[in-house]
C-alpha cells in the first residue's frame, strides 16, 4: 500500500503520474526507448519539450515577456548565480529575511554582490514576516529577492507583494510554486526546485523577464549564463530529460485537476484542517506562526511534551504516515501539504493527531 507522505521535498507526486511513468517506462510514444534514453535533441524529446513549455505557461500564467528555462542544480545554485547574472560586481542586493531559506539565498548571493537586509524576522524566531513599514530598500539595488514561502519556518508571503518600482522583484518560489494563482508580471524572475509542487529533483524551473537576461552581470562561463540557456532552450548542455518528462507529467496532471485556483481552494481547505487540530488541541500541539504569516504548504508543530515526539512519529509512520520529523534547525513536527497530497490524506493525518491526543494528553 502506498503510504502518505507528508515530507518537505523530495515530495509526494500524483499516484496517476506514477502509473503512467511506469506504463511508459520501456516503451515511450512508440519509440521502443525510455525517454531517459533517448537524445534530448531528437525530434521526440524535442516535442515534449516545448509541450511541457507550453503547458508551464498555461498552468502559471506565464506572461509573454518572459522565458521559462529548465534547469539543473537545484535552487541553491540559481541563488548563487543570481548576482552573477543580473547584478554588477559589489553592487548592492536587497533581501527579505524571512527564514532558513531567504537566509540561504542572501548567503549563496555574498560573494558576488553587497547583499542588504530589507528586513528579518529573526529576532522574533521567524514567527511572523517584518511589516511593509519597516522594510528598508536600497535605491540602488540590482535586485529584491524574497521567499514566498519559508518551508522551515512554515511563514508564506500572503499574496504577490506589490514590490514598486524601484530593482526588479525576485521570488523562490520553491515550495509554493502553482498553489495558487500569481500575477507573474510582478516579478522580473521566479524560481523553483521541482521537487515540492512540480514532482522530481533534479530540474528547476526559472522564469525570467527577458530584459533581465540582456544584463551583462559579472565575468562568467557560459554554462552559468542565462541567457546562453535561454537562447538554446535549455538545452545549453544536456538537460535532465526524465526530471524535465516527470515535471511535465505533474503540470498535465495539475492543468487536469483545475489549475492554480483549484489548489488555492484544495490548499486552503487542507491547511486549515491541519490548524484546526493544533489550536482546537488545547496547547497539545502548537504552532507559533502568527495567523497571516502561516505557510498553506508546511505546517511545522510541537507537542506540548517532547518526550511524546518518539512516540508520534513511530505511531504516524505505522499509521502509513510519513515525513512528518520537522527539520533539525527547529525540530518538531512538520507536515508539508503539497499540491499531490490529497484532501483525504490530510483527514487521515487529522485524525491520527486528534486519536494520538487522546491516548497521551
Ligand atoms: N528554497 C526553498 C524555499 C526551499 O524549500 C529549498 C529546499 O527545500 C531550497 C530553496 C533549496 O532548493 P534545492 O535543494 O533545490 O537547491
Not at 211 to 224: H, S, T
Not at 308 to 329: P, T
Request: aromatic share 8%; charged share 20%.
Amino acid at each position: 500500500a502506498r503510504v502518505l507522505n507528508f515530507s518537505a521535498g523530495p515530495a509526494v507526486m500524483p499516484e496517476v503520474v506514477l502509473r503512467q511513468a511506469q506504463e511508459e517506462m520501456l516503451d515511450w510514444r512508440g519509440t521502443g526507448a525510455c525517454v531517459a534514453e533517448l537524445s534530448h535533441r531528437g525530434a521526440p524529446f524535442m516535442a515534449l519539450a516545448s509541450e511541457v513549455e507550453a503547458d508551464v505557461r498555461n498552468l502559471l500564467a506565464v506572461p509573454e515577456s518572459h522565458a521559462v528555462l529548465f534547469l539543473a542544480g537545484g535552487a541553491t545554485t540559481l541563488q548563487a548565480l543570481l548576482p552573477l547574472n543580473i547584478a554588477k560586481q559589489g553592487q548592492r542586493a536587497d533581501y527579505l529575511v524571512t527564514g532558513h531559506w531567504a537566509k540561504v539565498a542572501m548567503k549563496q548571493a555574498a560573494p558576488a554582490a553587497d547583499v542588504h537586509v530589507v528586513a528579518s524576522g529573526e529576532a522574533g524566531q521567524f514567527r511572523s514576516i517584518p511589516p511593509r513599514s519597516e522594510w528598508q530598500r536600497s535605491p540602488d539595488a540590482a535586485y529584491f529577492h524574497v521567499t514566498a514561502n519559508e518551508t522551515i519556518h512554515g511563514v508564506e508571503l500572503p499574496d504577490d507583494i506589490d514590490a514598486g518600482t524601484s530593482a526588479p522583484l525576485i521570488a523562490d518560489f520553491s515550495s509554493n510554486i502553482a498553489s495558487r494563482p500569481s500575477d507573474l508580471s510582478r516579478y522580473a524572475m521566479v524560481y523553483a526546485g521541482a521537487q515540492k509542487n512540480l514532482g522530481p529533483s533534479g530540474i528547476t524551473l526559472a522564469i525570467i523577464r527577458k530584459d533581465l537576461l540582456e544584463r551583462r552581470g559579472q565575468p562568467r562561463a557560459d554554462i552559468l549564463t542565462w541567457a546562453s540557456h535561454a537562447a538554446q532552450g535549455s538545452m545549453l548542455n544536456t538537460p535532465p530529460t526524465w526530471n524535465w518528462y516527470l515535471l511535465g507529467l505533474c503540470v498535465r496532471w495539475m492543468i487536469e485537476q483545475g489549475g492554480t485556483a483549484e489548489f488555492a481552494r484544495r490548499n486552503g481547505e487542507k491547511s486549515a484542517l491541519v490548524y484546526a487540530a493544533i489550536d482546537d488541541s488545547e496547547g497539545f500541539y502548537r504552532n507559533d506562526v502568527v495567523t497571516s504569516a502561516r505557510s498553506r504548504m508546511n505546517i511545522p508543530f510541537v507537542l506540548h511534551d517532547a518526550a511524546l515526539d518518539a512516540a508520534f512519529l513511530a505511531e504516524s509512520q505505522a499509521a502509513g504516515l510519513i515525513g512528518l520529523k520537522g527539520h533539525k534547525a527547529i525540530g518538531g513536527m512538520r507536515a508539508s501539504l503539497y499540491n499531490a497530497m490529497p484532501v483525504d490524506g490530510v483527514r487521515v493525518l487529522v485524525d491520527f493527531m486528534h486519536d494520538f491526543r487522546k491516548r497521551h494528553g
